[in-house]
T-cell receptor
Framework: GDSVTQMEGPVTLSEEAFLTINCTYTATGYPSLFWYVQYPGEGLQLLLKATKADDKGSNKGFEATYRKETTSFHLEKGSVQVSDSAVYFCALAASNAGKSTFGDGTTLTVKP | KAGVTQTPRYLIKTRGQQVTLSCSPISGHRSVSWYQQTPGQGLQFLFEYFSETQRNKGNFPGRFSGRQFSNSRSEMNVSTLELGDSALYLC??????????FGQGTRLTVV
């Protein structure tokens, strides 16, 4: 079945540091890929998405590129802020399924 | 445009009781999915409804059930609650099958 593997956390960075959170997936067909963010006590918010190979999703300084050859969708940000502290989830949705498959989540803490 | 609304936000129930959680999707969204989030198991898919029909189901026991009404609102029910059912239950609605919009969740505590 479909699966998503995320880089294990937690990740602690200083403000303005470069962020990479690795994500690889296994799926049949051509899934759409997503990054969601969850702040304490909240549900998940869609951060960015990509629906086909080589697409780059971007939002709020975060970027991720859909790499079919390496089945990866790594999340990057050039300069993190304290307000980016949250849990980040990589997810996929297969074209013929009404559900998303999520990674385990990576907790990011950014220190001033 | 209003987001996904889940009620109640918090619930405390006793073992053996049953509970019903409610989810109102974004207007126009016909797909509603439910997820259980726990520290140990992460986010696990429960089931998905589309136009009042269960279209997908995860690997949960029959104590977990759901339904969707003609206005797309959905409820999930858990009967004979166990301590291990304590979790954040998240509902998500979708216009198409790929992009999910989540509610804030219902925090269920079973004592």
């Amino acid at each position: 079945g479909d699966s998503v593997t995320q880089m294990e956390g937690p990740v602690t960075l200083s403000e303005e540091a470069f962020l990479t959170i690795n994500c690889t997936y296994t799926a049949t067909g051509y899934p759409s890929l997503f990054w969601y963010v969850q702040y304490p006590g909240e549900g998940l918010q869609l951060l960015l998405k990509a629906t086909k190979a080589d697409d780059k999703g971007s939002n709020k300084g975060f970027e991720a590129t859909y790499r079919k050859e390496t089945t990866s969708f790594h999340l990057e940000k050039g300069s993190v802020q304290v307000s980016d502290s949250a849990v980040y989830f990589c997810a996929l949705a297969a074209s013929n399924a009404g559900k998303s498959t999520f990674g385990d989540g990576t907790t990011l803490t950014v220190k001033p | 445009k209003a987001g996904v609304t889940q009620t109640p936000r918090y619930l405390i129930k006793t073992r053996g009781q049953q509970v019903t959680l409610s989810c109102s999707p974004i207007s126009g969204h016909r797909s509603v999915s439910w997820y259980q989030q726990t520290p140990g198991q992460g986010l696990q898919f429960l089931f998905e409804y589309f136009s009042e029909t269960q279209r997908n189901k995860g690997n949960f026991p029959g104590r977990f059930s759901g339904r969707q009404f003609s206005n797309s609102r959905s409820e999930m029910n858990v009967s004979t609650l166990e301590l291990g059912d304590s979790a954040l239950y998240l509902c998500a609605s979708s216009l198409d099958i790929r992009e999910a919009f989540f509610g804030q969740g219902t925090r269920l505590t079973v004592v």
